[in-house]
């Protein structure tokens, strides 16, 4: 007996060495892996000053210590648009990790009173809820660049990445020596993201007055490169305006030429006059130097799409959609990207979850209006009109979008009247097109050259300014077929669709091309565009 106890213990001493050793790995399986990409969310900053008035510097703190995070390749870094949902949140954080698909948190809070700061900080595990690190900093408020530095190094050292000595010099960087026009800075940005007019304008007299106290602020300036552009493209400013944002973005990066933001913005104001082939590199750049840049990465994504390259631009908007997950911006771009693909059982899908969202979004309204019309779903156009007329009356666009509705579904007595209350508040192209045609309809020939002539002008005129748009070309050959030009006409289709036009779809139904629509060239440009299309999304779907 005593002869088979001995080997009976080695098996339990085994079996017990074993369970160890299993218990041990499975210990490590959840520690932090070098296999394993680090991904990180970093929770809004808690104020915890006396006054409570300082939530735009614990934002300003949550950002920028998300910056530069941001920095270090290889990392999934959420953005901070993405973050501020969680603000004063009873979520669990487990709960938080799997919306966002994260393998870590941090949580902290910022005291400030007078020139004295005290930051809590402390990086958890999600799968078991376990700190990984944790500190507290008790501070004068000059070394809040230091303290920043120095949660996203030691994070950086816990999770067993090793940083490069270009990651090291960038993160000891400071974004000023002056803490007065910081403060300015980030009370600016607080008033940027809000995306109002009024609010863009309160941003841009802060940033110009964050710049009295440093004039050689790069991040100031990039603020007011943003807000430049921002007055063009969502707030009916002149053109000009894009001109400032370029001046300042170019002097972001000429004060720091390693300095995403500062080409970011730029690539924006290139963007917004539609210089897509200045507004990429703009944007890659960015990127390159902040790989988690997640507006530069949308951004290059819209580039892409409006020059018809849909495969280009769809793992750009995969990547933004991971870094930036259920904000409305992301389920728009998955909705216009299958908008362009072809599949409107889809873009519908995507564009109305984005539409619950926000349901003002231009982009968004637009998108489904296009949806309906190019599938001949009217009646569901004429609905989606409406609506965005009830909630943005008397803007030009959005009336304008209502004419080619209601001339889509054939009443042009209703059209009319949307097309020239557009024109009264704003006449461009697209809207002139639209009332000329009209004219052209009822016999009214003189007043339909007038206005097709006088958009013939601007859209010329574009060109000249660089515009790449490719709907500018498809514009000036509907004037043409309106006018019966099929020649000229054939022209401009040619080079809107070089310049990246790819709906087919739509320009089978569209009411100013009725005049090319049964001749055999204009069935086989449709057929053209259909295969460059049915070609990329073959492309795309082996990637999905």
């Known amino acids: 007996m005593k002869k088979l106890f001995i080997p009976a213990l080695a098996v339990v001493a085994l079996v017990i060495a074993g369970v160890i050793i299993w218990q041990f790995l499975r210990q490590k399986e959840v520690a932090p892996l070098l296999s394993e990409k680090p991904s990180i969310a970093v929770l809004p900053f808690v104020d915890l000053s006396p006054q409570k008035d300082q939530e735009y510097f614990c934002d300003g703190m949550t950002d920028e ?27 669990d954080i487990k709960e938080i990790g799997q919306e966002l698909d994260v393998a870590t948190l941090l949580e902290g809070s910022v005291r400030k009173e007078r020139d004295d700061i005290r930051v809590n ?45 270009e990651e090291k010099e960038q993160l000891a ?26 609010d863009n304008e309160r941003a841009i007299e802060l940033f110009k007055k964050a710049l009295e106290f440093d004039p050689d602020f790069p991040l100031a300036y990039s603020g007011l490169g943003d807000s430049y552009a921002q007055r063009t493209l969502r707030f009916g400013f002149p053109q ?14 000429a004060l720091n030429p390693d300095f995403s933001e500062g080409y970011k913005a730029l690539g924006l104001a290139y963007i917004s006059k539609r210089w897509y082939r200045k507004a990429i590199p703009a944007n890659r750049k960015a990127i390159e130097l902040n790989p988690n840049n997640w507006q530069a990465i949308g951004n290059l994504g819209w580039c892409y799409f409006n020059r018809g390259e849909f495969d280009k631009a769809v793992p750009l908007w995969k990547r933004h959609s991971l870094l930036a997950p259920k904000l409305p911006f992301s389920l728009l771009q998955i909705g216009w990207m299958y908008l362009g693909l072809d599949d409107y059982v889809e873009a519908e ?11 003002h979004n231009f982009d968004v309204n637009e998108g489904l209006i296009i949806c309906y019309l190019a599938q001949g779903k009217y009646q569901q156009a004429v609905e989606r009109s409406q609506k965005w007329l009830l909630m943005v009356p008397n803007n030009s666009d959005v009336l304008r979008y209502a004419g080619l509705v209601a001339l889509f579904a054939g009443n042009f007595e209703q059209a009319q009247i949307y097309y020239r209350n557009s024109i009264d508040i704003y006449s461009t192209w697209q809207n002139l ?15 339909a050259r007038k206005l097709l002539n006088e958009n013939l002008i601007l859209c010329q005129k574009q ?3 660089g515009d790449e748009n490719p709907d500018v070309p498809y514009n000036i050959a509907a004037i043409n077929a309106i006018q019966g030009n099929k020649e000229e006409a054939y022209k401009w289709l040619n080079k809107a669709i070089d310049a990246g036009w790819r709906d ?41």
Do not use: C, H
């Open 240 to 253: 000009t305006w894009l001109d400032e944002s370029i001046t300042a973005s170019e002097k972001a990066i």
């Open 504 to 544: 087919f779809r739509l320009g089978i139904r569209e009411p100013f091309l009725e005049n090319l629509r049964e001749d055999e060239q204009f069935k086989q440009m449709m057929a053209q565009v259909k295969a460059i299309v049915d070609e990329m999304r073959k492309r795309v779907e082996k990637e999905l």
């Open 173 to 198: 960087k400071k974004p000023t020596e002056n803490l007065t026009a910081y403060d300015y800075y980030l009370r600016g940005r607080e008033y940027y993201v809000r995306y109002r007019k009024q």
């Open 349 to 359: 899908k995507w564009l109305n979850n984005a539409s619950e969202l926000q349901p």
């Open 65 to 91: 210590i998300i910056s530069k995070l941001s920095m270090f390749k290889g990392w999934k870094v959420i953005p901070r648009t993405s973050m501020m949902r969680y603000k004063n949140t009873d979520k």
């Open 433 to 447: 097109i639209g009332l000329g045609y009209i004219y052209w309809k009822n016999g009214q020939l003189d007043e």
């Open 463 to 465: 060109l000249e300014q």
């Open 121 to 165: 900080a402390k990086l958890i595990r999600i799968k078991d809820s376990i700190p990984l690190w944790s500190d507290t900093y008790e501070k004068k408020l000059e070394s809040v660049f230091a303290i920043q530095s120095d949660v996203a190094e030691k994070i950086a050292n816990t999770l067993q990445v090793e940083l490069s000595p």
